[in-house]
Nanobody, 117 residues
Framework: QVQLVESGGGLVQPGGSLRLSCAAS????????LAWYRQGQGKQREMVAS???????DYMSSVKGRFFIFRDDPRNTVFLRMNDLRPEDTAVYYCYGHHRQSGVQSWGRGTQVTVST
């Protein structure tokens, strides 16, 4: 099972950009489907973007064209590039991994993103 650690969150003004990173320790990273979720205050956790083991990507509609997920398997890292950030993007962002063969799931502890003036 991989351990996932997010970084890169912070405070940014509307229209700004951030890049989140999720570093994995453990083995078999390339066999994990990966995703970024977020949870705003008082809201349910929602999937923002996902990337499969064969690099197929999917995005929630409100971030399409602004957010981009990509993975670097040799470095055991998945990234989320976020552009044109809006106040409604404010949330704790979580990294998630699902091992295709075993079904094992892993979550990171999250990183706070705040979009505000």
């Amino acid at each position: 099972q991989v351990q996932l650690v997010e970084s890169g969150g912070g405070l940014v003004q509307p229209g700004g950009s951030l890049r989140l990173s999720c570093a994995a320790s453990g083995t078999d990273f390339s066999a994990y489907d990966l995703a970024w979720y977020r949870q705003g205050q008082g809201k349910q956790r929602e999937m923002v973007a996902s990337i499969s083991t064969d690099y197929y990507t999917d995005y929630m509609s409100s971030v399409k064209g602004r957010f981009f997920i990509f993975r670097d398997d040799p470095r055991n890292t998945v990234f989320l590039r976020m552009n044109d950030l809006r106040p409604e993007d404010t949330a704790v962002y979580y990294c998630y991994g699902h091992h295709r063969q075993s079904g094992v799931q892993s979550w990171g502890r999250g990183t706070q993103v705040t979009v505000s003036t």
